[in-house]
């Protein structure tokens, strides 16, 4: 058996390996770790996953975490989306944080408070709820997104 972590990425998430760490990268529909397997899971794509499946993929991140693990969800801040909405600023990165990309639509838009009653209904305990701007390079582009950014434990 082996002593590294292991860590499990959803979604488009950049992430440098340290060396005790094992990191896997799979997408929200082939999530499927062994029961009390995964150390850490980061998720990027919530917002891919139908409502009629949410609960079931957070049930399986939930089953997949080893008693002391933990996972990180960030998601695209609806709030922030909306008001520019309101304020006739529907850009770009507007237009992903509410639909995603052609590649990857977006099934759901979530508030923190939204994103927090989910994660707790599904087991879990949030540690952490924050708001973030994340950036992302297109090219010579570069947008700026804010998300929501909750970690959360077993309970």
Same mark, same amino acid.
């Given at each position: 058996? %082996? $002593?590294?972590?292991?860590?499990? &990425?959803? *979604?488009?998430?950049?992430?440098?390996?340290?060396?005790?760490?094992?990191?896997?990268? /799979?997408?929200?529909?082939?999530?499927?770790?062994?029961?009390?397997?995964?150390?850490?899971?980061?998720?990027? %794509? &919530?917002?891919? /996953? +139908?409502? %009629?499946?949410?609960? $079931?993929? &957070? *049930? #399986?991140?939930?089953?997949? @975490?080893?008693?002391? *693990?933990?996972?990180?969800?960030? /998601?695209? =801040?609806?709030?922030?989306?909306?008001?520019?909405? @309101? !304020?006739?600023?529907?850009? +770009?990165?507007?237009?992903?944080? @509410?639909?995603? %990309? +052609?590649?990857?639509?977006? #099934?759901?838009?979530?508030?923190?408070?939204? @994103? #927090?009653?989910?994660?707790? =209904?599904? *087991?879990?305990?949030?540690?952490?709820?924050?708001?973030?701007?994340?950036?992302? =390079?297109?090219?010579? $582009? !570069?947008?700026?997104?804010?998300?929501?950014? &909750?970690?959360?434990?077993?309970?």
């Amino acid at each position: 058996m %082996s $002593d590294k972590k292991k860590i499990v &990425l959803i *979604g488009d998430v950049h992430y440098e390996q340290e060396e005790d760490e094992i990191v896997v990268r /799979v997408d929200a529909d082939s999530f499927n770790e062994p029961e009390k397997s995964v150390d850490f899971v980061i998720c990027t %794509s &919530l917002p891919e /996953v +139908s409502r %009629s499946k949410i609960m $079931d993929f &957070l *049930g #399986r991140i939930n089953k997949a @975490l080893k008693a002391d *693990g933990m996972a990180t969800f960030q /998601v695209p =801040s609806a709030e922030f989306a909306a008001k520019l909405v @309101l !304020t006739n600023q529907f850009n +770009s990165p507007v237009m992903f944080m @509410l639909y995603g %990309s +052609s590649k990857r639509p977006f #099934r759901a838009c979530y508030t923190m408070a939204a @994103l #927090r009653a989910i994660i707790e =209904s599904a *087991g879990f305990q949030t540690m952490s709820a924050i708001d973030n701007v994340i950036r992302l =390079s297109a090219g010579e $582009d !570069t947008i700026e997104i804010p998300v929501h950014t &909750l970690t959360a434990r077993l309970k």
